[in-house]
């Protein structure tokens, strides 16, 4: 990956492919988005860019708490160091917490929004996910980093983790490793800035861009609710449903998301292009 300098941190990037751009945000797996760029839905139509959001992988590891704002800051200085004025967003998880904020914050970057099971913990099976999250906080505190993301993983994908590391290591050889090493960021800085983040009805009546909200048929109740905040909040959005997975429907079923992504994008080109 090449190396970015912005807003005083250095971002991993990867620009693959010709087209309108298309910037991807992960959350816990650093390249979780690796089988999306192998689709040609996507791949043969699109520029995709992926990077390393601060605090994970080879990106720059600060000291200070790093807030979902911070992370779409950062974003939107990508795309201006990459010389793109306008682009396509997607973000899965707590990536689509910082696609939404980048939509807000940088409205005049964004030309649709992508969100893939946005992760809110505001609605009110919030508190309930992070009640049941709690073995894998207590694990973390322990140290125990291989074994809190054991049981985060499965909480949030729905498979024993057996089933669910051989599914991410055949996908995204190595990512189950690297999520590991980045066990301190993701537990200690991603998911209390995701907790301390809010979209409102008002904030998101605020985001005029065209979204696709994207649903696996089998995922948390979390997410299920999630997406029916933004059904009813959000001007101007779109849903898709995939059949069969749960949160890491990309993952699990990544020809059927970037079909419906293309579809979206598509029907929605950047103005002027």
């Not at 000291?63 to 990459?82: F, G, K, N, R, W």
């Not at 009640?131 to 809190?148: I, K, L, N, T, V």
């Amino acid at each position: 990956m090449e190396v970015a300098e912005v807003n005083g941190v250095q971002l991993e990037y990867e620009v693959s492919g010709f087209g309108e751009p298309v910037l991807l945000v992960s959350p816990v797996l650093a390249d979780g988005f690796l089988p999306l760029l192998a689709e040609p839905a996507l791949a043969d139509r699109y520029q995709l860019i992926r990077y390393h959001k601060r605090g994970w992988s080879g990106s720059t590891h600060t000291h200070e708490p790093v807030s979902v704002e911070d992370h779409a800051a950062d974003a939107a200085a990508l795309l201006i160091y990459l010389g793109v004025q306008r682009a396509h967003v997607a973000g899965h998880s707590s990536g689509a917490a910082v696609a939404a904020q980048l939509a807000l914050d940088h409205s005049e970057a964004v030309s649709t929004l992508t969100m893939l099971e946005l992760s809110l913990f505001a609605v009110p099976s919030g508190a309930t996910f992070l009640e049941q999250a709690g073995p894998a906080f207590e694990a973390y505190s322990r140290r125990d980093h291989e074994g809190a993301l054991a049981l985060f993983l499965s909480l949030v994908s729905g498979l024993e983790w057996g089933a669910c590391q051989a599914e991410l290591e055949r996908r995204v050889p190595g990512a189950t490793n690297q999520a590991v090493k980045d066990a301190d960021t993701f537990f200690g800085v991603e998911l209390p800035a995701l907790a301390a983040w809010c979209l409102g009805p008002e904030q998101a009546a605020a985001i005029h861009q065209p979204v696709l909200s994207v649903l696996g048929s089998d995922t948390r109740p979390l997410w299920v609710e999630v997406a029916r905040f933004l059904r009813a909040s959000l001007p101007r959005v779109e849903e898709c449903t995939i059949p069969g997975v749960g949160h890491l429907l990309h993952i699990q079923r990544p020809e059927p998301v970037a079909g419906a992504m293309a579809d979206f994008l598509g029907r929605h080109p950047i103005a002027g292009d």
